[in-house]
């Protein structure tokens, strides 16, 4: 799918929950210039696209059909990609991924949870112990099929953006220079108890309504009480809510983890695409160093264009030990954990990755990576789109900043005949046998 990775126009950061635009980009070619042919229209890229209903968000491979080139996926394996397996099995191993997988994942010609579950531990042991990138493509190419998505255009297309872990100076109390609150789930807040999708506003026990905009919930001092810290901007708070966890530098050297603990039912509009679509930055020119000097500058504008974004985010404390952590639990692990629709593709699936990246000096270079599913958000819906984590703190940020590619991606799951050769731990072990090499790496 060389085609699927060419790079769009780079115009900024777009972290978890995105910061900008998730609209259209023009691609394609034209056709029909033979003759007097009228040309085609070229394609508009609707990344947002949904599934028709009941449509499947991938498609297996067929016998004799090519694999991706796992090449640079095989060079680029390090341990962060082992740590990463090893998070996915930590949350195959809870009780709570069984019940969960068939709501989450409701496409069971795909795969079932055992299937899911022992491809971790299957691609795991071939990783590790395959002495070559030959012998690995042989086992892999065995025992496993190969599910592409159809992407936004049912070629595979996916715009790959990037997220970070931010961390920001914060205080537990309002005090002077710190004046902006990000809050803690409101008890009126409703959610699917398996999605975690927004159900609206409880307002009595038999009804439940939207929730109000973004400017009347701040506006209203309806969350007053349930204050969890405060910020030197409003834009430093926003950006919290938009990534859906930080790091707090409290006072006294002391340092509070939060993360995402739902959000409201409004819809979501980045800040990006308003602060563009108002003229107040040019688009070739956006990201969020550029927002910063606008807020400084203006923050009238600034704050008008947030107040566009009718989703509201709450937050909870989180044990350190476990931050950053995406939607499965489990800690989320640098340019191997990707973010993607959770009611269309496979939670915790093995993949393989095919874009390009930003360097630090914003130069685009081949992204082709083994990554797990391990995290949503609020802005990543529909097949063609995900987000790949890119770290925590300032370095992080630019290269979330710089990823805005287009790109494919890869599922890799067990066959059903190798299932019940690679259980988890805690299941009796059947005898399994890595197949030989046949010199054949495809």
């Known amino acids: 799918m060389a085609d699927m990775q060419g790079c769009t126009r780079t115009i900024g950061l777009s972290p978890r929950i995105s910061l900008l635009s998730l609209a259209a980009v023009t691609g394609g070619l034209f056709a029909g210039l033979l003759g ?20 499947c968000a991938l498609r297996k491979l067929e016998p004799g059909e090519a694999w991706p080139d796992l090449t640079s996926a095989w060079s680029s394996r390090d341990a962060y990609l082992i740590e990463a397996l090893g998070q996915d099995q930590t949350w195959y ?14 496409f069971p010609e795909v795969c079932t949870w055992d299937q899911a579950s022992s491809s971790v531990i299957a691609f795991r042991q071939i990783l590790n112990e395959s002495a070559d990138q030959a012998s690995f493509n042989s086992a892999l ?23 970070y872990a931010p961390e920001f100076k914060a205080t537990l109390v309002k005090t002077p220079g710190f004046e902006f609150p990000i809050y803690r789930r409101p008890k009126e807040l409703e959610t699917d108890p398996v999605t975690g999708k927004a159900l609206g506003r409880r307002i009595s026990e ?41 790091k707090l530098l409290l006072p ?56 566009l974004n009718n989703r509201y985010t709450f937050f909870q404390k989180y044990d350190g030990k476990n931050w950053p952590a995406g939607s499965l639990g489990v800690k989320v692990t640098d340019k191997v ?23 630090y000096s ?35 940020e630019i290269l979330a900043g710089g990823q805005y590619c287009e790109g494919t991606l890869y599922y890799f799951f067990l066959k059903p005949e190798y299932v019940s050769q690679y259980p988890l731990p805690a299941r009796k072990p059947a005898a399994k046998a890595i197949p030989k090499s046949s010199g054949n790496a495809g």
């Open 36 to 55: 007097c042919e009228t040309p085609q229209p070229v394609p508009v890229a609707d990344f947002a696209r949904p599934l028709a209903p009941g449509e």
């Open 252 to 307: 006294d050297d002391k340092v509070l983890f939060i993360g995402y603990a739902g959000a409201t039912d409004g819809e979501y509009v980045g800040l990006g695409t308003s602060l563009v679509a108002s003229n107040a930055i040019p688009e070739s020119q956006l990201n969020l160093s550029a927002i910063r000097r606008l807020y400084e500058k203006d923050p009238t504008t600034v704050m008008a264009a947030i107040n």
């Open 362 to 396: 914003g130069s685009k270079q081949p992204f082709q990576r083994f990554m797990l599913d391990q995290d949503t958000g609020g802005a990543i819906r529909a097949p063609g789109r995900a987000d790949i984590f890119m770290g925590i703190g300032p370095s992080a």
């Open 206 to 246: 038999s009804e439940i309504a939207p929730w109000p905009t973004r400017a009347e919930i701040v506006s209203s001092g309806m969350l007053n009480g349930l204050e969890l810290a405060w910020f030197p901007t409003a834009l430093d708070a926003y950006i919290v809510q938009v990534n859906g966890s930080a």
């Open 141 to 163: 190419m065995q025992m496993f099929d190969c599910w592409q998505t159809k992407g936004w255009n049912g070629k595979g297309g996916v715009l790959f953006t990037g997220y």
């Open 337 to 359: 954990s990707l973010a993607t629709d959770k009611s269309v593709y496979p939670p915790g699936g093995v993949m393989f990755v095919s874009t390009q990246s930003s360097s």
């Open 93 to 106: 191993e809870s009780p709570s991924s069984r019940s969960r997988f068939p709501q989450m994942f409701p």
